[in-house]
């Protein structure tokens, strides 16, 4: 039996364009892991060993989500549920510490 998963990869000269590749980051110097739409002429970087870098691109995704509530907290540490009503208006909710 074949194995599907390796016989469907694809080959050719488009496949310089890999998703995430380990590179030191120009700027910084740090390894990262970075993409490229290009082909690699653009190299972005996206993961270092800090986690994910968010670039606009990604707020712009993030904003298109809707949320129903977002958690906030005050700067005593108590914290709340933003949301909106019906009519549009912000509503705050403490959160139920019992939950």
Do not use: W
């Not at 972005?44 to 691109?57: A, F, I």
């Not at 977002?70 to 909106?84: E, N, R």
């Amino acid at each position: 039996m074949a194995d599907e998963t390796k016989d469907a990869v694809p080959t050719g000269s488009y496949l310089n364009n890999i998703v995430l590749r380990g590179m030191p980051d120009p700027n910084s110097g740090f390894y990262t892991l970075m993409c490229s739409k290009d082909n690699g002429k653009t190299l972005v970087p996206e993961y270092t060993s800090d986690g994910k870098l968010y670039h606009q691109r990604d707020i712009n995704r993030i904003a298109e989500i809707p949320f129903e509530h977002i958690t906030m907290k005050s700067p005593d540490g108590t914290a709340f549920y933003l949301s909106v009503s019906d009519d549009g208006q912000p509503v705050f909710t403490k959160e139920d510490d019992s939950q």
